[in-house]
C-alpha cells in the first residue's frame, strides 16, 4: 500500500528509532490544534425561544400569540456562525405552513403533509458558508395552529445553537421574532432589517416605562428581608500605590467587598463615598443589596475617570458592568470567595439560581464554542486517555496538564448544565454528559475521567462517576437476561441492537469504578457484558466479532468491521488489568483473549496494518483498528496472557513500523482513521461508505496508546533479555 500522504513526509522516514519523538509529534499537533479555549458566555432571554431536550428550538408561536388571526404571519430571525463552509443535517416539524430561508434564498417550503401533522419530522441537509448565515423562519397562521420546531439534526455531533442577528442584540443567544403580520416579505432577511420602527420585535429589551429607576426592584422585586448581590470588576491603571475614591447612593442597607474583604457599609438609605488602596490590575467588587423597602439598589462609581468598573468576566451580549443574582434570606451567610466564579449555581430562596444581566429576563449562560477542547463525547474520552498516559511515559507536565484541564472544563460545569437543561430545556454545554441517553454519553470519556482523578484532582469528577455509574447499572435498557442493548437509538435503525462497540463505552468504566469504590458488583457486571456479548457476537470459525447482533431481524451481521473488533480485544485487556486471579470467570476471558488474538493475528496485513473489513483485503487499511490490536498483542505479552511471545512481538513491531510509515506523517497528522460509523448486514458499507477522516479523534488517543504499549514491550523484552543473559530464567 502507498501511504496516505507522499511518502517522504512519514514520520518514520524522520525518527523510526525514536518512538518518544513520534508520540510527542502527534501530541504536540494535537494540543496546537484545539488549543485550551475557554467556555463562552452570552446574555440569553428567557421569554424568548427555548430549546428541547433534541436541541431544536420550540416556535411555540400559537402560545406566545393567542389572538393570532389565520393569515397572518410570524417572522423568526437568527444568525449561525460557521468556521467553515460545510453541510449539516437539519431537523423541521411544522404547526402550520412554514418556509425557511438562508441566506436570503428560499431552502424549504412545507407540504400539507408536515402541515397536517404536527409530530411528522422531516430532516434534511443545508449548506452553509463560511462566517455568518442569517436564517429566517416565516410562520404562517391557519385553523391547525402556527409555529414550529427546528434546528439540528444531529445534537449530540452539532448541538448547534443560533445568535440574535440585530445589532443592539450582538452577541445574544436566541432568536428574534415579530408581532403577526399581515404583510408578507419574500427578500429576506433584508427587507426585515427596515423593520425595526414598523413592528414590535419580541424578546423585549427595554424595561417596561413605568419599571422602578432601582435594578434591584426591577430585576427582583420588593420582597422584603432579602438581598440580592451584584459582581463587578474594577480596573486600575496606576502603576503607583494611589487612593481610589469611590462614590454614590443606596436606596436601602448595602456592604461593599473587594476582594473578600468588606471595604464599607451603610445602615440604610444614603449617599456615600470611600477612599481605598488599590494596587495596579483588576479586583473584584461586590455588593450585598439589602430590600428592606419598596424600591432598592445603588449606584456606584470612581471618582477618577482611569479607574472603570467592567465586567468581572467576558458575556457576549451584555451591556451592564455588573452581574446579579438573588435573592437570598437576609439572614443567610455567603461566602465572598464562592461566590465570585462563573460554573456553579447558587442557593437561593426560590431554588438554585444563577448570574442575570439588567435587563429584562436577560440571564447568563455558558455555551461550548469550540469543536473539541471541553466537549465531553466518547471518541474525545480516549484521545485524553492517549494524551494522559502519553504524558505520563515521556514525563510531559504540560500533556497532562491539558487533558486534565479539558476534563474539568466538562466536570466542573456538571451541575450547572443539568439545571440548564431543566430551566431552559438543553443546555449549552455538557449536551451529552447532561442528557445521558446511552453508553456512548458516559463510559468513555468517564472511564478517562477516573484515571484522571488518580493524577489530581477534578471538580465534581466523583458525582459526575457516581452518576454514570448509576446511569449504566441502573438506567441503560439491558435484555431481560441483563446484556447492555440500545433499545432505542438516534436514527430509528439502530433500535434492538447490540453493538460490539459498547463493550468499551462499559466495560472500562465498570472496571476503574470498581477498582476506586471496591464494589465488586461493577467487576462482576463487566465480565458478564463479555460474556454475554461472546453469545451473541462470536463468530467462532473465524475467532473474530461481528459488529452487531440486530433483534429486529434476531440475527447477527455476519461483518467484522475493524475498530469494532479493536474495541472488543482493547476493553477485554482492560478487564484482565483488574481482574482477580482467583475469579471463577478469570480463565474464560483469558481464554476469549488467545481465541481473538488468533484470529486478529491471522488476519494482518502484508504491509502490517489491518483492514476496514477484517477479512477483505481490497478494504483500506484502517489505522485505529491496527493500533487497538497492537494495543493488545502488547498487553498480552507483558501480563502473560499470550504464549507465544515471538509472534505477536513481530506483528506487534510490524503493525507499529507500518503505522508510522504509512499512516502518521511528520506533523503528527494521523491518516487514515474511520469516521464515526452506523452499522449493515452488507461489508459494501464499510468498505465504501464509511470513509476515513484525518485526524479524527476515534484514532489519535488510540494511536498514541498503541505506541506507548509497543515502547513498553521493547522495554520488556530487553529487560527480559538483560536479566537472562544475567543468568535468570528466560521468558
Not at 430561508?101 to 402541515?115: A, P, Q, W
Not at 419580541?202 to 420588593?222: C, D, V
Not at 439560581?353 to 455558558?366: A, G, I, K, M, S
Request: hydrophobic share 35%.
Amino acid at each position: 500500500m502507498e501511504p496516505y500522504f507522499h511518502s517522504n513526509e512519514s514520520i518514520y522516514t524522520k525518527c523510526k528509532d525514536n518512538m518518544e519523538h513520534i508520540l510527542a509529534t502527534i501530541s504536540n499537533r494535537y494540543i496546537g490544534s484545539h488549543p485550551p479555549h475557554p467556555i463562552t458566555y452570552r446574555a440569553f432571554c428567557s421569554s424568548g425561544l427555548t430549546r428541547l431536550k433534541d436541541y431544536r428550538y420550540h416556535f411555540d408561536f400559537e402560545t406566545k400569540f393567542p389572538h393570532c388571526k389565520n393569515g397572518e404571519s410570524v417572522y423568526a430571525w437568527g444568525k449561525l456562525w460557521s468556521d467553515e463552509a460545510v453541510e449539516y443535517m437539519f431537523a423541521l416539524n411544522c404547526y402550520g405552513p412554514v418556509h425557511l430561508y438562508v441566506n436570503g434564498e428560499l431552502k424549504y417550503r412545507s407540504t400539507i403533509v408536515e402541515e397536517l401533522d404536527p409530530k411528522k419530522k422531516v430532516g434534511f441537509r443545508l449548506k452553509i458558508c463560511q462566517g455568518w448565515n442569517d436564517f429566517v423562519l416565516k410562520f404562517v397562521k391557519t385553523s391547525s395552529g402556527i409555529g414550529g420546531i427546528f434546528g439540528t439534526g444531529s445534537f449530540k455531533r452539532h448541538p448547534m445553537h443560533f445568535l440574535s442577528p440585530t445589532a443592539e442584540r450582538d452577541g445574544q443567544e436566541g432568536w428574534i421574532f415579530t408581532e403577526p403580520l399581515r404583510e408578507s416579505f419574500e427578500q429576506l432577511p433584508s427587507e426585515l432589517n427596515g423593520l425595526d420602527e414598523k413592528v414590535q420585535w419580541y424578546p423585549e429589551i427595554k424595561w417596561p416605562q413605568l419599571t422602578s429607576e432601582w435594578q434591584m426592584t426591577r430585576m427582583f422585586g420588593n420582597r422584603q428581608h432579602t438581598f440580592a448581590v451584584a459582581w463587578s470588576k474594577i480596573n486600575i491603571p496606576f502603576l503607583e500605590n494611589k487612593g481610589v475614591e469611590l462614590f454614590g447612593q443606596s436606596n436601602g442597607r448595602i456592604d461593599i467587598f473587594i476582594e473578600n474583604e468588606i471595604v464599607f457599609q451603610t445602615k440604610g438609605s444614603s449617599s456615600f463615598q470611600i477612599q481605598v488602596e488599590l494596587p495596579y490590575g483588576e479586583h473584584d467588587v461586590v455588593i450585598k443589596s439589602y430590600c428592606e423597602q419598596d424600591d432598592w439598589g445603588f449606584e456606584i462609581k470612581a471618582r477618577q475617570e482611569e479607574v472603570q468598573f467592567q465586567l468581572p468576566v467576558p458575556v457576549k451580549g451584555a451591556n451592564g458592568k455588573w452581574l446579579y443574582a438573588g435573592l437570598f434570606e437576609d439572614r443567610s451567610d455567603m461566602d465572598m470567595k464562592e461566590i465570585r466564579q462563573i460554573t456553579s449555581i447558587m442557593d437561593a430562596m426560590d431554588g438554585p439560581t444563577f448570574w442575570r444581566l439588567d435587563e429584562p429576563h436577560l440571564y447568563v449562560r455558558p455555551y461550548l464554542e469550540n469543536r473539541l477542547f471541553g466537549k465531553w463525547d466518547y471518541p474525545l474520552g480516549v484521545t485524553l486517555y492517549g494524551l494522559l498516559q502519553t504524558g505520563k511515559e515521556l514525563n510531559r507536565q504540560d500533556i497532562i496538564s491539558y487533558a486534565i484541564n479539558h476534563i474539568e472544563t466538562s466536570t466542573a460545569l456538571y451541575e450547572y448544565s443539568l439545571w440548564d437543561k431543566e430551566q431552559y430545556g438543553a443546555a449549552g454545554v455538557n449536551n451529552q454528559l447532561s442528557a445521558i441517553d446511552s453508553l456512548d454519553d458516559c463510559g468513555s470519556f468517564g472511564a478517562t475521567m477516573l484515571l484522571a482523578s488518580e493524577v489530581n484532582t477534578i471538580k465534581d469528577a466523583d458525582r459526575v462517576a457516581h452518576d454514570i455509574a448509576h446511569h449504566i447499572s441502573m438506567i441503560q435498557d439491558r435484555l431481560p437476561d441483563g446484556t447492555l442493548y440500545r433499545k432505542f437509538g438516534s436514527v430509528d435503525f439502530m433500535k434492538d441492537t447490540i453493538w460490539c462497540d459498547d463493550l468499551y463505552m462499559s466495560t472500562p468504566f465498570l472496571c476503574r469504578y470498581y477498582q476506586k469504590t471496591g464494589d465488586e458488583a461493577y467487576l462482576h457486571d463487566a465480565v458478564y457484558q463479555f460474556l454475554r456479548y461472546k453469545a451473541f457476537l462470536y463468530l467462532p470459525h473465524q475467532k473474530i466479532m461481528s459488529h452487531v447482533y440486530d433483534f429486529k431481524f434476531d440475527s447477527a451481521t455476519g461483518v467484522p468491521w475493524g475498530r469494532g473488533n479493536g474495541w472488543v480485544l482493547f476493553s477485554l485487556s482492560e478487564l484482565l488489568a483488574v481482574i482477580p486471579e482467583n475469579h471463577s470467570d478469570r480463565n474464560e476471558l483469558v481464554a476469549f483473549f488467545q481465541d481473538l488474538c488468533e484470529g486478529y493475528l491471522s488476519l494482518q496485513g502484508p504491509t502490517g496494518m489491518w483492514h476496514q473489513v477484517l477479512t477483505d483485503y481490497e478494504s483500506y487499511e484502517e489505522t485505529s483498528c491496527t493500533s487497538m490490536f497492537i494495543y493488545g498483542f502488547s498487553r498480552g505479552i507483558r501480563y502473560g496472557w499470550l504464549k507465544d511471545k515471538k509472534r505477536y512481538s513481530e506483528s506487534v513491531f510490524k503493525g507499529w513500523e507500518a503505522m508510522s510509515r504509512l499512516a502518521i506523517d511528520q506533523h503528527g497528522n494521523v491518516y487514515g482513521v474511520c469516521q464515526g460509523s452506523g452499522y449493515s448486514f452488507t461489508e459494501n458499507y464499510y468498505k465504501n461508505d464509511l470513509t476515513w477522516i484525518l485526524n479524527d479523534t476515534h484514532g489519535t488517543g488510540i494511536v498514541l496508546l498503541a505506541g506507548i504499549e509497543t515502547l513498553k514491550l521493547k522495554k520488556s523484552l530487553k529487560n527480559r533479555s538483560v536479566n537472562w543473559a544475567k543468568g535468570g530464567v528466560k521468558a
